[in-house]
């Protein structure tokens, strides 16, 4: 559309959507106010046009994609990202609450950054390179494995790629090793390495431990929230006052248990209505609750291995082949 008339149309179609935005610009965000007139603009913009749109949508106030790939094995470390990122995810959150359980704790770790070394010169190798400055990590760690997850955190620091999260899990720790992890993360965030900080499982008791304690409030508190989940009254308004305080709620379980409710005969019913997988029709559910979404899968039946090829940058760079995240921009939010 370079020099078109078309071109200069819908130029002056989003200077229009800008201009009737401007007053609001004493009382609200630049950044969100601009991703705001973008998709004002963008819903009506011809289908054929390429749209600045490279990655999922954000969430409120940290640049975070909704949706994070669950890195919990060091020996996946490689081949799921290469092929999460053809498939066009971006956002690898490494559970580190899970690689510490082993018994081989100090292997693991240092396994683990010598194999995102690995996956970062096989992109280089195949071209694919220009895609790292793409890619965000998020932590999670219990109080007890942090000296481990700061040696990452490091080399993720050194390599100049992005932390926006880390996640304290509180789960059967008690209230002073909860506070003092959270003055370490306090220290991660004043350091630069991390641009946030915030809690996975526990309740209200939990989430007081931690805010106010030092000049980092939680940014992010993450459950285990899907479909059919119990939980009690106090829960409910312990979460409901949280979003209205403007801490982002992320799920680390949005196909339930053991992913079984991809199984799960209603969930597939509704999902074959809807000409989704029933993965994606999950995580629409938790975007359509504004809700952040962490899974270790991101469809319901393992892609053939002809979908995991990076063969040809060329179809990677134009989006030819990113089909997860196309199908997630385009499908509706469900709640």
């Keep these: 559309l370079a020099g078109g008339s078309v071109g200069f149309a819908e ?26 007139c973008l998709l004002e603009w963008s819903a009506r913009a011809p289908a054929y046009m390429r749209l600045p749109r490279c990655h999922l949508m954000l969430s409120n106030n940290l640049k975070i994609p909704r949706f994070g790939l669950e890195i919990s094995k060091t020996s996946q470390v490689v081949d799921l990202m290469l092929g999460a990122l053809v498939e066009g995810i971006r956002h690898f959150h490494i559970n580190f609450a899970y690689i510490m359980g082993s018994q081989w704790v100090d292997l693991e770790g240092r396994l683990f950054s010598l194999k995102l070394v690995e996956a970062l010169a096989i992109m280089r190798q195949k071209n694919l390179h ?25 080399y993720l620091y050194m390599s100049s790629m ?88 992320m799920t680390c379980c949005p196909f339930g248990p053991g992913n079984s409710l991809l199984k799960h005969p209603q969930i597939r019913s509704l999902a074959a209505e809807m000409d989704l997988d029933p993965a994606m029709l999950l995580l629409k559910r938790s975007e359509g609750l504004n809700q952040m979404s962490i899974a270790s899968i991101f469809r319901s039946r393992p892609s053939a291995q002809g979908d995991f090829t990076v063969e040809s940058p060329l179809n990677v760079a134009r989006g030819i082949h990113r089909a997860f995240a196309r199908e997630y921009t385009l499908a509706a939010s469900a709640e």
């Design 162 to 249: 992005p932390v926006p999260l880390w996640l304290l899990d509180v789960s059967g720790a008690g209230t002073s090793q909860i506070v003092l992890a959270w003055e370490e993360m306090n220290r991660a965030v004043f350091d630069g390495k991390v641009q946030a900080i915030g809690i996975y499982s526990g309740g209200p008791s939990e989430f007081a431990a931690v805010n106010g304690r030092g000049p980092v409030r939680p940014s992010v508190m993450a459950l285990d929230l899907y479909p059919g989940v119990k939980l009690t009254k106090e829960q409910h308004t312990h979460l409901h006052s949280l979003d209205r305080c403007g801490v982002a709620i």
């Design 11 to 36: 130029l002056g179609r989003l200077r229009s959507v800008m201009r009737a935005a401007e007053s609001r610009l004493g009382t609200y965000s630049l950044a969100d106010l601009i991703s705001e």
């Design 130 to 154: 220009y895609l790292r400055d793409t890619i965000c990590f998020t932590l999670r760690a219990r109080p007890g494995q942090l000296t481990q997850c700061k040696e990452i955190l490091s």
